[in-house]
T-cell receptor
Framework: SQQGEEDPQALSIQEGENATMNCSYK?????LQWYRQNSGRGLVHLIL?????REKHSGRLRVTLDTSKKSSSLLITASRAADTASYFC??????????FGTGTRLTVIP | SQTIHQWPATLVQPVGSPLSLECTVE??????LYWYRQAAGRGLQLLFY??????ISSEVPQNLSASRPQDRQFILSSKKLLLSDSGFYLC????????????FGPGTRLLVL
């Protein structure tokens, strides 16, 4: 399967701490994207990193990509209770769709 | 700005009944359109995608079908629902290039009893 796999499956941290989630994939990619999903809602796009990029920032988010290890990480700094959600990585491989992982469930405790 | 709508938000249907879920996009033309299903606590499974009117690609064999009667309308259907069709159905759109960002609707929660 080309599907990404997030690690850990669940993460619980205190407000103010940093949260790191990882994504591994199996084939070459054109880009990798991170999405967020609040419970019972649709997914919201967070950030896209292309295969020739190694790091990207957006506000409190930092994404890294290591194509040699076929892995990516999403760092959320200074977490807030409102960051509680599931986070998914999705890989674009050149096929006609994105391949989504199974997600990391993040809980930020106030 | 672009918006995507899905309805209904929640649906409870008996086994063997038909299904029609609708998705519409506003504020863009010729979008790529997608239907996903998400089982409880799981990732997304792509069901169908469309790059134009009447052009539907199916990713997995199943009890469902999709149609795109208009440029910004995508419909998910079934003639006879199965218990296994229960789940959270998400519609999404993307601009010209399929590999770029996808924008998701609010989803429809379907429970088949």
């Amino acid at each position: 399967s080309q599907q990404g796999e997030e690690d850990p499956q669940a993460l619980s941290i205190q407000e103010g701490e940093n949260a790191t989630m990882n994504c591994s994939y199996k084939t070459s990619i054109n880009n990798l994207q991170w999405y967020r999903q609040n419970s019972g809602r649709g997914l919201v796009h967070l950030i896209l990193i292309r295969s020739n990029e190694r790091e990207k920032h957006s506000g409190r988010l930092r994404v890294t990509l290591d194509t040699s290890k076929k892995s990516s990480s999403l760092l959320i700094t200074a977490s807030r209770a409102a960051d509680t959600a599931s986070y998914f990585c999705a890989t674009a491989t050149g096929a006609n769709n994105l391949f989504f992982g199974t997600g990391t469930r993040l809980t930020v405790i106030p | 700005s672009q918006t995507i709508h899905q309805w209904p938000a929640t649906l409870v249907q008996p086994v063997g009944s038909p299904l029609s879920l609708e998705c519409t996009v506003e504020g863009t033309s010729n979008p790529n359109l997608y239907w996903y299903r998400q089982a409880a606590g799981r990732g997304l499974q792509l069901l169908f995608y469309s790059i134009g009117i009447g052009q539907i690609s199916s990713e997995v064999p199943q009890n469902l079908s999709a149609s795109r009667p208009q440029d910004r309308q995508f419909i998910l259907s079934s003639k006879k629902l199965l218990l296994s069709d229960s789940g959270f159905y998400l519609c999404a759109w993307s601009p010209d290039r399929i590999q770029e960002t996808q924008y998701f609707g609010p989803g429809t929660r379907l429970l088949v009893l």
